[in-house]
């Protein structure tokens, strides 16, 4: 049963800190989501790649935000300097570009900034 | 760019009864419209969808209806049991970028 995975699945750090997180997609597929669920404003699309380039990132604060794909293995999302505004849970989801359309979720980091 | 609203944000349900959240799209060229279930701390996850050339699709006690005219879909539940308390997205896609509405918090009271 393939399924998407991330780490860590917690992370609490201080305000100024770098925060990182991994995601590691389906093998096979060849898009990758970033999103943001907070309770104020639900489930927000952060980031995207298709074959590993940056599609649309226009939902990522990029001052201190930035998400890339190193390999079709792996995807990141970092923030420096990290803030309390950014706690929430991060959920990356993977699908095929011109498949069937459903992406599939991981099970998300929950993050919190103190 | 795609806009989705959901209602209600919250409904409450006797068990047994049925339960039905409305969703609208802006964008007409949307074609994939999948909905999500999200139990408390979990991810979420897939429980039907429908495209755009299909007007109703039907999984057990799940089923949902689109009405592309209207630029609405809807998700209902028959039978509500406990294990279906959750919130549920339904989305949009158009070009495989997904927009969530806001979610409804279903609580199915035993």
């Known amino acids: 049963d393939a399924r998407v995975t991330q780490t860590p699945r917690h992370k609490v750090t201080e305000m100024g800190q770098e925060v990182t997180m991994r995601c590691q997609p389906i093998l096979g597929h060849n898009t990758v989501f970033w999103y943001r669920q907070t309770m104020m404003q639900g489930l927000e699309l952060l980031a995207y790649?298709?074959?590993?380039?940056?599609?649309?990132d226009s939902g990522m604060p990029k001052d201190r935000f930035s998400a890339e794909m190193p390999d079709a293995t792996l995807a990141t999302l970092k923030i420096q300097p990290s803030e309390p505004r950014d706690s929430a849970v991060y959920f990356c989801?993977?699908?095929?570009?011109?498949?069937?359309?459903?992406?599939?979720f991981g099970p998300g980091t929950r993050l919190t900034v103190t | 760019g795609e806009n989705v609203e959901q209602h209600p944000s919250t409904l409450s349900v006797q068990e047994g009864d049925s339960a039905v959240i409305k969703c609208t799209y802006s964008d007409s060229a949307s074609n994939y419209f999948p909905w999500y279930k999200q139990e408390l701390g979990k991810r979420p996850q897939l429980i039907i969808d429908?495209?755009?050339?299909?007007g109703e699709k039907k999984d057990q006690r799940i089923a949902v209806t689109l009405n592309k005219t209207a630029k609405h879909f809807s998700l209902h539940i028959t039978e509500t049991q406990p294990e279906d308390s959750a919130v549920y997205f339904c989305a949009a896609i158009r070009s495989n970028m997904l927009t969530f509405g806001g979610g409804t918090r279903l609580m199915v009271k035993p």
């Open positions: 790649f298709r074959n590993r380039a940056p599609l649309d």
């Open positions: 429908i495209r755009s050339n299909v």
């Open positions: 989801a993977s699908g095929l570009w011109g498949g069937l359309d459903e992406q599939y």
